[in-house]
């Protein structure tokens, strides 16, 4: 190969073929003799960093074992993994960033996903377009798609699919308020004054605000929405 840096026992080891890689660190970037590595323009920096990479490019992995790479070697692209064990398994996915130790450990060919937490998107194999923030965030999905989940645990404080549909968990307030409400519960009651320039302004829950609006009302509402 050419234009190539690796620094460390056996780092580029199998490095031949491959073009304008930098590898810091014992095993980074070693790659495989079969196949043959081919790969260019990656970064491996850290103990056993991205170490079977094979025709992968632009790939970035920076700590130990970040990327170390699925046995049949990684041919995906354009990846980012900070932190230990970040990525572990990586494959044919692409254009996915991990960030926090073992986050997206089990990923092997998803692609445009964030996961950024410990252990954030753990089990995600083979998902796609999942944004996973938060220690533990969708660990315990299994190849999921379109997923937002941002929060600790098994009660994030938001989630839902990218598609549509988020929840929020716990209080929300709001200045304003697009839609009928007709799908809130345990909401109470609202009182309206009417300000010097005619416009109506209710206070309380959301749901009971509108309900007690009159057709052709302007409005202001001041709603708290509650679990």
Known sequence: GEKNVFVGASAG???????????????????????ENTSDYNIGIGDSAGVMM??????????????????TGITGADNVALSRDTL??????????????????????????????????????????????????GSTLTNP???????S?????????????????????????IGDGSGLTGLGGAYGISNSNGVYTYYGTL?????AASAGDVVEVFADVVE
């Open 13 to 35: 080891l199998y490095g031949n073929a491959a073009h304008s890689n930098v590898g810091i660190g014992y095993l980074a970037l070693r790659g495989d003799n079969s196949p």
């Open 54 to 71: 094979s025709s992968g490019n632009n790939n970035i992995a920076l700590g130990y074992r970040s990327s170390y790479g699925h046995y």
């Open 88 to 137: 572990f398994y990586l494959k044919g996915g692409s254009r996915n960033i991990a960030i926090g130790r073992d986050a997206g450990y089990y990923h092997t060919d998803g692609s445009n996903n964030i996961y950024l937490g410990y252990r954030a998107g753990y089990n995600n194999s083979t998902g796609n377009n999942n944004i996973l923030i938060g220690e533990l965030a």
């Open 145 to 151: 798609n379109k997923q937002l989940i941002i929060g």
């Open 153 to 177: 645990g098994s009660r994030p404080l938001i989630s839902g699919s990218l598609d549509g549909g988020i929840m929020i968990q716990g209080q929300v307030s709001a200045s304003s308020y």
């Open 207 to 211: 749901s009971a605000s509108i309900a």
